[in-house]
């Protein structure tokens, strides 16, 4: 077709995918494709803001790496994340709530026996002893695999350190829920923190006046045959961060009470000369027919 103009442009390329074979690509690309000329026609994109865009998305994706997620990071801080996460995983009420994965999760986290392991092994910060069940229906479920993963105390996960590698890993490890669906570990208490800043989207976030900062959370995704994988973040109620998450990630329900406790015998049952703390959080999980 030729005379294309700025309105007629959209028509001949939504009829170009005409021919799609699969029809979910062709509904994603005919929205796609309507959506993003609408966008450019609704606020006049310039050829220097376009090239900009392009711009912009090429270092996100070179900034990518094993470790390193940065359009995973540019999902979640523009809600996206949360958003598709929310949609594919609507529970009823009781069931744990879905939260958005982030970029630090690695797969092959180190193996630990359901109980008094010592995931910090020496990272400074204050002792935090958790204990959790995994349920469904009112039920224990027994050999759930527990994967768990947090930052320190400065903000940094493991990952972060140039040094590290999958068999020296730290705050992250696996479990299997023993025959009542309970899991315990000693670790330290999270802190809140900003999201990695020195890339593209610590650009998109000081251009927009918005903050960085994430309440403080430990990640957990639980997996068990015949139920919906569960991933999820376990906030510190009373952080002052849980309403502007910079990833959009809270839940009421995935809120914990981080206990403080005065020096004395721990829940593993060793004694603790100063104060430490304590959680205690049941995950419910949704079967799957």
Known sequence: MRNLDELTITGEALRR???????????????LIGHIHEFARDVRLTEGEWLAGIHFLTRTGQLCSDVRQEFILLSDTLGLSQLVVAQNHSRPGGVSEQTVFGPFHVEGAPKRPSHSSDIAEGVSGEPLYVTAQVVANGQPVADAEVDTWHADAEGFYDVQDEHWSVDNAWLRAAFRTDADGRISFKSILPKSYPIPTDGTVGEMLAATNRSPMRPAHIHFKVEKEGFDPLITHVFAEGDEFLDSDAVFGVRGSCIGDYVRREPGVTPSGEKSDTPFFTLDYRFTLQPVA
């Open 17 to 31: 995918l005409s021919e799609t074979p699969d029809p979910r690509i062709k509904q994603i690309m005919v929205s």
